[in-house]
């Protein structure tokens, strides 16, 4: 069982008598807000972190973009996931679920309200939890040379004249 509080991550251990563990996380900390979740990743061993970080300015304080965190429970640092395409829309309270059959985090639901309006929000919104992308990929020189390899062969065998590319997903 973990508790995430602001800038502190303790542990319980339930398999003993131990009790209560602060966790020294080294590196940057996310923001925190007054709306964040903390999930339990255990597809990938590592905890999420999913909110916004509210930032101050002439007019006021407003939410930023939806951020999510990962920290590895092996130990490690936090790191912000980059997630791509559309974000969902600035809201509190969502609800936050993890399906870990298929690697996808959802949020659903939610309202926002800027002092005048509210909008509740009864939209759906999935993200994949799988590795992210990198490009071009950090790897071993072997597995490197054996993939630009195959990649020419690949290249070869449908005809590939001039520029080109042959995609992978390791």
């Given at each position: 069982q973990t508790r995430y509080d602001g800038m502190e991550l303790w542990t319980f251990d339930l398999r003993g008598t131990a009790g209560w563990t602060?966790?020294?996380?080294?590196?940057?900390?996310?923001?925190?807000?007054?709306?964040?979740d903390i999930l339990l990743d255990r597809a990938n061993r590592?905890?999420?972190?999913?909110?916004?970080?509210?930032?101050?300015?002439?007019?006021?304080?407003?939410a930023g973009p939806l951020e999510v965190w990962m920290l590895?429970?092996?130990?490690?640092?936090?790191?912000?996931?980059?997630?791509?395409?559309?974000?969902?829309?600035?809201r509190d309270q969502p609800t936050l679920c993890i399906d870990e059959a298929?690697?996808?985090?959802?949020?659903?639901?939610?309202?926002?309200?800027?002092?005048?309006?509210?909008?509740?929000?009864?939209?759906?919104?999935?993200?994949?939890?799988?590795?992210?992308?990198?490009?071009?990929?950090?790897l071993p020189a072997k597995l490197a040379r054996e993939l630009e390899r195959i990649s020419m062969t690949a290249w070869r065998a449908v005809g590939g004249r001039g520029y080109g590319r042959v995609d992978f997903r390791i």
């Open positions: 602060q966790r020294r996380i080294p590196g940057p900390l996310p923001p925190v807000d007054d709306w964040e590592r905890l999420l972190r999913v909110g916004y970080e509210t930032r101050y300015d002439t007019l006021g304080d407003h590895p429970l092996d130990g490690g640092a936090w790191s912000k996931l980059a997630v791509a395409g559309p974000v969902p829309p600035t298929n690697g996808r985090l959802f949020l659903v639901g939610g309202y926002f309200y800027d002092g005048v309006r509210e909008q509740d929000y009864g939209d759906v919104w999935g993200l994949d939890l799988g590795a992210t992308p990198s490009c071009p990929a950090d």
